[in-house]
Antibody, heavy 123, light 115 residues
């Protein structure tokens, strides 16, 4: 059973860069899945940040694209998120999640999620 | 921007009764190439990540009880819980995928409680 685990600093200073990693266990990151980041501000709804395929292909939320970089490290079976120029509005629980293929058709939904990690932007 | 609007924002239903949550998209999520609606439903309990219940508007994820069902096409969708159980208390989100621009968007959530 594939499991995802987020890790990274829980506190980031304003104007700094938020960096998180998602470790994939129980399966290979090189399998036919897209690997995503989703965030949830305290008490609010969900926002998709972006995704990556093991080939390195990426898709980003247009509203965050200028500040987001998602990368993959196949040797460590993990993928990472960098969000630059952060402000208090970036304070949220950050989740990594999987978008799988059903046969040859992508389901375009998130079927496995990490437990999430809280990141606070504050000086 | 594509907007997903859920209704109601909150809902109180008696145990054993039917619960219905609606989701409306500002643009169609039906793809004529494969006749699939890219609309999913999630359940989120406090302190937990969301759990996928339904994808392709009506396909139940493996292990999800059959009291959960999804319906609809194009821009209007519904999640139905046929007989509410205590463990169904949660916030429910719809989510759509749109290819141009490439984007996943979630509804604002519906809080389901026991009456």
């Amino acid at each position: 059973q594939v499991q995802l685990q987020e890790s990274g600093p829980g506190l980031v200073k304003p104007s700094g860069t938020l960096s998180l990693t998602c470790a994939v266990s129980g399966g290979s990151i090189s399998s036919s899945n897209w690997w995503s980041w989703v965030r949830q501000p305290p008490g609010k709804g969900l926002e998709w940040i972006g995704e990556i395929y093991h080939s390195g292909s990426t898709n980003y939320n247009p509203s965050l694209k200028s500040r987001v970089t998602i990368s993959v490290d196949k040797s460590k079976n993990q993928f990472s998120l960098k969000l630059s120029s952060v402000t208090a509005a970036d304070t949220a629980v950050y989740y990594c999640a999987r978008v799988p293929y059903f046969g040859v058709v992508i389901i375009n939904a998130f079927d496995i999620w990490g437990q999430g990690t809280m990141v606070t932007v504050s000086s | 921007d594509i907007v997903m609007t859920q209704s109601p924002d909150s809902l109180a239903v008696s145990l054993g009764e039917r619960a219905t949550i609606n989701c409306k998209s500002s643009q169609s999520v039906l793809y004529s190439s494969n006749n699939k609606n890219y609309l999913a439903w999630y359940q989120q309990k406090p302190g937990q990540p969301p759990k996928l219940l339904i994808y392709w508007a009506s396909t139940r994820e493996s292990g999800v009880p059959d009291r959960f069902s999804g319906s609809g096409s194009g821009t209007d969708f519904t999640l139905t819980i046929s007989s509410l159980q205590a463990e169904d208390v949660a916030v429910y989100y719809c989510q759509q995928y749109y290819s141009t621009p490439y984007m996943y968007t979630f509804g604002q959530g519906t809080k389901l409680e026991i009456k």
